[in-house]
């Protein structure tokens, strides 16, 4: 019998610790098809929620944020890298990568979520591959209303949404929500609400842990 369970999916859209751990969570769910039936649900979380609006190269950035020098920050982008490729996801890592502001980001994937999980999800997705894969700026207006399309929304809503600030005091709630929870760190994905995973975590992690849950929760 096919058990439900709800995810709930903390993170950023400029985390690639977020990424590595929806792509592993979705082939896990994808491996464990027939046994589970998900619903994911995402909530935001800013790593960088003073970045001006015109961003900063991820490099100095890290450099300044965790103490390291370049050739730190390098190795830990060729291992992000590979945990990427082998669940099928590019990173595409630059010297003029930047950090963006992602609140903006954040109001339309709060507004997705109420078009449908399906649409979130597919917003979200977009935007992390945006971010990663091609080096776009989460917050730029027409990118998010092209994203938007693309996962099956109304582009012209997007940019109403966009330009009206709508969302703002409920993603803020949402946020402050979260960290009085303990949330400290992305990704943090909680099932049922009561089972906590933190971290890119692998695969078979994932199905190991979804797994217990149902078993508990049956």
């Not at 929620?49 to 103490?67: D, F, N, Q, S, T």
């Not at 009085?180 to 933190?198: C, D, H, K, M, W």
């Amino acid at each position: 019998m096919t058990q439900s369970l709800k995810i709930d999916f903390v993170s950023d859209v400029v985390c690639p610790w977020c990424a590595i751990g929806l792509h592993a969570l979705l082939q896990a769910l994808r491996q464990l098809e027939g046994e589970v039936s998900a619903t994911i649900r995402f909530h935001p979380f800013e790593l960088t929620p003073e970045m001006p609006a015109e961003g900063e190269l991820v490099i100095p950035y890290l450099c300044r944020k965790y103490g390291m020098d370049e050739s730190q920050v390098a190795r830990n982008q060729a291992y992000i890298t590979e945990r990427g490729a082998e669940l099928g996801f590019r990173f595409d890592f630059r010297t003029d990568s930047k950090k963006w502001n992602t609140f903006d980001a954040h109001r339309l994937l709060h507004w997705a979520a109420e078009q449908g999980a399906d649409k979130q999800l597919a917003l979200k997705l977009g935007l992390l591959e945006a971010y990663f894969s091609h080096n776009e700026n989460p917050g730029d207006r027409a990118l998010l209303c092209r994203l938007a399309e693309q996962a099956g929304l109304d582009a012209t809503a997007a940019g109403e949404v966009y330009d009206s600030g709508r969302y703002t005091d409920e993603v803020l709630s949402e946020e402050q929500l979260w960290v009085r929870q303990g949330v400290s760190s992305v990704p943090t994905i909680l099932f049922n609400e009561r089972y906590a995973v933190s971290g890119g975590q692998p695969v078979t992690t994932f199905i190991g842990v979804i797994r217990e849950v149902i078993a508990k929760s049956s």
